[in-house]
């Protein structure tokens, strides 16, 4: 199971990227908008603390393949890490998935609202596909039926590789829902992620724990004064 983080917030990256065992950090534009900064500044921010392992997915802009498959040049020769091409579903979105795979670029398929949608970008070359669930959810969809459904039509290719990434999430159920539904990756902003360990009863029992132990070896004691 892979956890990315869906920011481009320094903080919450530095944050996560310490804490948490996150995989890599997913942008898009209104994630990096959302900073109001230097565009290559926040970008190569990320990368710095991630490093070039772990992966960072950026999207293009381009409305059309030949800009898109431009861009994507562009963000490669610029950026030294470990870079997934995020790129929306639509058909030049599709031309351009295409041609970037043969050149060797990883690719993230993005703005999915439908099963189908996933599978053509599976075909088409994505390494990853993001079907935006709350948005689904949001119209009167079902996002997680919209990865289920992928999951099982993709499963009956053997040699597939590609992965869900689910995205777009407003609770840790639709988070949840998705892995079980088959999404071998999810990317989830900074609230619901700290939420997805948050449990009362667990800090409940870590405050006991202290307690009881402080009243035979001393308050504020730990490991490190008895042995
Ligand atoms: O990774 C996709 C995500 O950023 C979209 O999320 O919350 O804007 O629907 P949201």
Redesign the pocket.
């Known amino acids: 199971m892979e956890y990315l983080l869906?920011t481009a917030n320094l903080e919450e990256i530095k944050y996560f990227n310490e804490k948490f065992p996150i995989v890599g950090v997913?942008t898009?534009p209104?994630?990096i908008a959302n900073e109001k900064g230097d565009y290559k500044k926040i970008i190569n921010s990320i990368l710095e603390i991630i490093g070039t392992e772990k992966m960072l997915h950026v999207q293009v802009l381009g409305r059309d393949a030949e800009t898109i498959i431009k861009e994507a040049g562009l963000l490669k020769e610029t950026l030294k890490g470990n870079l997934y091409i995020k790129i929306p579903v639509s058909d030049e979105g599709l031309k351009a998935m295409a041609v970037l795979k043969k050149k060797g670029f990883n690719i993230t398929a993005?703005g999915i609202l439908t099963s189908q949608q996933i599978v053509f970008a599976a075909q088409a070359g994505a390494d990853y596909m993001?079907p935006?669930v709350?948005?689904a959810d949001n119209i009167g969809g079902d996002g997680v039926r919209v990865v289920s459904e992928a999951y099982e039509i993709l499963s009956r290719n053997k040699d597939n590789k590609a992965k869900i990434l689910g995205?777009?999430?407003?609770n840790v159920k639709q988070v949840h829902d998705s892995i079980l539904a088959g999404a071998e990756a999810v990317?989830v902003?900074s609230d619901v992620l700290k939420q997805m360990i948050y449990h009362p009863y667990t800090d409940w029992s870590i405050d006991k724990f202290e307690s009881d132990w402080g009243k035979v070896y001393g308050n504020g004691k730990n490991l490190l004064d008895i042995l």
């Open positions: 869906d997913t898009n209104t994630i993005t993001a935006y709350n948005r995205a777009s999430y407003k990317t902003g």
